[in-house]
């Protein structure tokens, strides 16, 4: 793995606890620098950071206060 590669994955927490949950991405990593690209959408699409994700999860928090204030009349 090159030094940029380590130095982008030691800076980031959420990438070290997905490379420990998932291990076979160290060999992919070691093998095919250039596919760090699609570990940090593998990344962004686990953990839900992606805009789409987050937008979703606002709409539900909106959902649910319109359920809970129908609730209240």
């Not at 800076?11 to 990593?29: G, H, Q, T």
């Not at 620098?33 to 570990?39: D, I, M």
């Amino acid at each position: 793995m090159n030094l940029d590669t380590q130095f982008k994955i030691k800076n980031n927490p959420l990438y070290i606890r997905y490379l420990r949950e998932n291990s076979n991405w160290y060999k992919i990593l070691n093998r095919e620098p250039n596919s760090f690209k699609t570990f940090e959408e593998e990344v962004k699409a686990n953990y839900k950071l992606r805009p789409a994700d987050r937008l979703s999860q606002a709409l539900d928090y909106i959902e649910m206060f319109e359920t809970i204030m129908s609730t209240l009349k």
